[in-house]
């Protein structure tokens, strides 16, 4: 099971850090990823990282601005988003998987509800 937390309103410039607690197994079992869907739009990649905490993957559009990050001690996974933008206005999901290519939906078994970000201009 996955649960977010951390998604509200933000100006644009400002920051954000949401959290993706685990259960169910520990933390380095899975590829973790962070994903984003803004209304009237599929659902894209943001950022992943691998099991090891050792590989991360970033899209175009949050490089430099987003990191994701590990506490394997608290189970939990972290995307600290900076600089933000209109355009990151979306409901962000975390997602956990076994293997695959990191940027691909159907790489992820567990995805979360989802919270909300939105950045007012």
């Known amino acids: 099971q996955l649960v977010e937390s951390g998604g509200g309103l933000v100006q644009t410039g400002g920051s954000l850090r949401l959290s993706c607690a685990v259960s169910?197994?520990?933390?380095?079992?899975?590829?973790m990823a962070w994903f984003r869907q803004a209304p009237g739009k599929v659902r894209e990649f943001v950022v992943s990282?691998?099991?090891?905490?050792?590989?991360?993957y970033s899209a175009d559009s949050v490089k430099g601005r987003f990191t994701i990050a590990r506490d394997n001690a608290k189970n939990s996974v972290y995307l600290q988003m900076n600089s933000l933008k209109p355009e990151d206005t979306a409901v962000y999901y975390c997602?956990?998987?076994?293997?695959?290519?990191?940027?691909?939906?159907?790489?992820?078994?567990?995805w979360g509800q989802g919270t909300l970000v939105t950045v007012s201009s």
């Open positions: 169910g197994r520990t933390l380095d079992t899975y590829i």
């Open positions: 997602a956990a998987g076994f293997a695959g290519a990191p940027q691909a939906r159907p790489t992820y078994a567990y």
């Open positions: 990282d691998s099991r090891g905490g050792d590989s991360t």
